[in-house]
């Protein structure tokens, strides 16, 4: 299997202007956690939709790496709650 990708959906409401320097997770509340394999050919870039189905365009990718921790779940226990089910699922396969 190709490099996973760990990918936040974030609340889409409109931040006010905000110059904390800090990234667009610190700034937007997670929704959802979903996986999405590498863009081919690449293994720095997340495809174009999750495992679900869904377009990554809009998302983040997690700095947090599934192939860094091995033993660990695929996706950031600080979000084990917000994980996408039928990503799990394929992920489980």
């Not at 679900?52 to 600080?78: I, L, N, R, V």
Request: proline content about 10%; some cysteine.
């Amino acid at each position: 299997m190709s490099e996973i990708f760990v990918m936040y959906e974030l609340d889409q409401r409109p931040a006010a202007r905000s110059f904390t320097g800090r990234s667009p997770v610190e700034e937007r509340p997670v929704l959802r956690v979903h996986a999405a394999n590498a863009a081919p050919g690449s293994s720095t870039t997340p495809g174009p939709r999750t495992l679900c189905g869904h377009d990554t365009f809009a998302m983040e990718a997690a700095t947090w790496k599934p192939s860094e921790h091995p033993g660990s779940s695929w996706y950031t226990p600080k979000y084990a709650q917000l994980v996408c089910a039928q990503c799990a699922t394929v992920m489980e396969a």
